[in-house]
């Protein structure tokens, strides 16, 4: 009898205790829940900012948001940190859900808490979701909104970075990696962002290295947080972000757009569509969109749109080295890659930025499994004592290296000029392209006309020149030499295109040219 009472007692007790640990930790998911408290929302909220959570509720597919890590916090007791108060959740909302049903892994910066800043158990939680998706197979999305390193944590917030980027790296080229910074993003925070495949930005956000203070310190130049390292810089000048947007909603909206044209894996399948357009439509404004006279220039975008699938086209840093197309669409349902010279900017053009630019885009596709679909229009390497002396030698490298490396099904087709080093570069035969067309207003030589005539005949009289240059143009200002040889493999006519790359396409669809063995090649960076 005794003995019963006795266990009834610990029952009891135990019960009780188990009844207290569920309402503290239902009180601690509130608190992290609230993070840091109504005021600091409000202040959020009018910055015109979401909250960590409201992003993640866009992001997502609706109620499909796991949550782990809720609870963790920091350990911390220095400079004014207690860790016996210390916030759940540590300022950072970590886990998985789905984006048009497949899985996705996430984390999303909590500014309302310590400024988002990153501190040892902030960073494990990041590092956690990572893994995770590498182990899943799954893209992971991080969405930055950081005061940077937690101050008061010291080199325990170093570490958690460097831990952050070890695993940005392990995943590289094995899950799509997308960021979105959407507030304060400074100092070496900058560089997992950085490292992943695409990065969209708000315009509330920022990113620099070092802040204007110190930028006035070092140099004397005044600049404000944005002209240093706003949405429209990273977009336009330094190429560091790949779509600028009013705020945070279109952001997000954009990041799922994307997302429905990535593979979950490299390994995984594209997210191929059933056929919505029809694969033998061939578009007549498409024989007249040349212009005759070869100087002038027209929208390349308007050609590419009017080839692939209706409404499929989506172009990344499009304000950003403008001379390159770099974009994904579809052709029969299927993605593709697409690169494109844009005649109205530069002429087309290859210069330094267009070269990187397009190189990393290429290195992308190839590393998923995305079919690469070029289009050329391209004078040369653009001339000039800043592009030489910027690089373009080795910038323009990056790209001849990345699509003689790319082992995807790589389709070309050549609108109007091909000249020097440039048509070598742009996915020519020469460099293993599957199927390379030209339109019958190909252009296909070491250099225009004039110039070439300004080179082989100095001597001679400007009308003299004029009739070389006439000469040169006829026999090398058209596709027929490069058709004879086979480095073209048909001259189409420019409505023909759809139908053809798709047929090509289909043909490819189980190419396999795997690169020599080896441990990484070690081309220009
Ligand atoms: C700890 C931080 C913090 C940080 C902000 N907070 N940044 N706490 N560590 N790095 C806290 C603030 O103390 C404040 O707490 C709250 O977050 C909101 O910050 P505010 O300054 O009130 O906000 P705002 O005016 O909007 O300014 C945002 C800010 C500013 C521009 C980001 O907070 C700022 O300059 N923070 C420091 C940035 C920085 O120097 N970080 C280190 C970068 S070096 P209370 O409780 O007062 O509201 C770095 C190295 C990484 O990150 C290296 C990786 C290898």
């Not at 390193?149 to 325990?156: F, K, Y």
């Not at 499929?312 to 029969?332: M, V």
Request: with cysteine; aromatic share 6%; glycine share 8%.
């Amino acid at each position: 009898m005794r003995r019963a009472t006795q266990l009834l007692r610990r029952h009891t007790s135990s019960a009780a205790a188990r009844a207290a640990v569920r309402q503290e930790i239902a009180s601690l998911e509130k608190a992290s829940i609230d993070g840091g408290g109504i005021d600091r929302i409000e202040a959020q909220h009018a910055k015109g900012k979401l909250t960590a959570r409201e992003r993640l509720d866009v992001l997502l597919d609706t109620e499909s948001f796991r949550e782990i890590d809720a609870l963790a916090s920091h350990r911390c007791d220095d400079f004014g940190l207690e860790s016996d108060k210390a916030p759940p959740g540590d300022g950072v909302v970590a886990g998985f859900g789905t984006v048009h049903g497949r899985p996705v892994c996430v984390f999303s910066q909590d500014f309302t808490v310590f400024g988002g800043s990153l501190g040892e158990a902030h960073a494990a939680k990041i590092v956690k979701v990572m893994e995770r998706a590498l182990h899943c197979r799954c893209p992971i999305i991080g969405l930055s909104d950081s005061g940077g390193a937690r101050i008061q944590e010291g080199v325990l917030s170093l570490a958690g970075y460097a831990d952050v980027f070890q695993r940005n790296v392990d995943a590289s080229g094995i899950v799509p990696q997308l960021s979105l910074v959407l507030g304060p993003c400074a100092g070496g925070a900058v560089y997992s962002p950085a490292m992943t495949d695409f990065l969209f930005m708000s315009r509330q956000a920022y990113m620099f290295v070092t802040g204007p203070d110190v930028v006035k310190a070092v140099t004397n130049e005044v600049v404000t947080r944005n002209d240093l390292g706003g949405a429209d810089v990273h977009c336009s000048k330094s190429g560091v972000a790949h779509g600028a947007f009013d705020d945070d909603l279109a952001a997000l909206k954009a990041t799922r757009t994307l997302l429905g044209y990535l593979p979950q894996s490299y390994d995984g399948e594209n997210p191929d569509v059933l056929p919505y357009d029809d694969p033998d439509r061939c578009d007549a404004a498409l024989n007249t969109i040349i212009p005759d006279d070869p100087n002038q220039s027209y929208d390349m975008r308007e050609v590419v749109k009017r080839v692939v699938d209706g409404h499929s086209l989506l172009i990344l840093s499009e304000d950003y080295a403008s001379n390159i197309i770099t974009a994904f669409a579809r052709l029969n349902g299927r993605v593709i890659g697409v690169v494109a010279n844009d005649p109205r900017h530069l002429a087309g053009c290859l210069d330094a930025d267009a070269s990187t630019k397009a190189a990393r885009f290429v290195r992308f596709c190839d590393a998923f499994q995305i079919p690469l679909v070029t289009f050329v229009d391209v004078p040369g390497f653009l001339p000039g004592v800043a592009q030489e002396h910027g690089g373009i030698i080795r910038h323009g490298a990056k790209l001849l290296f990345a699509y003689a490396e790319a082992s995807v099904p790589k389709l070309t087709v050549i609108t109007r000029k091909a000249y020097g080093g440039a048509y070598d570069v742009m996915s020519s035969k020469h460099l293993r392209g599957d199927a390379n067309y030209a339109w019958p207003s190909s252009e296909i030589a070491v250099m225009g006309a004039a110039g070439a005539a300004e080179i082989l005949h100095r001597g001679v009289s400007d009308e003299e020149r004029v009739a070389k240059a006439d000469a040169y143009a006829a026999r090398f200002a058209n596709p027929l030499l490069a058709a004879k040889r086979g480095f073209v493999d048909a001259v189409l006519e420019p409505s023909e295109t759809r139908p053809r790359l798709i047929a090509d396409l289909e043909v490819l669809r189980h190419k396999e040219r795997p690169n020599l063995p080896r441990k990484h090649s070690c081309g220009p960076l």
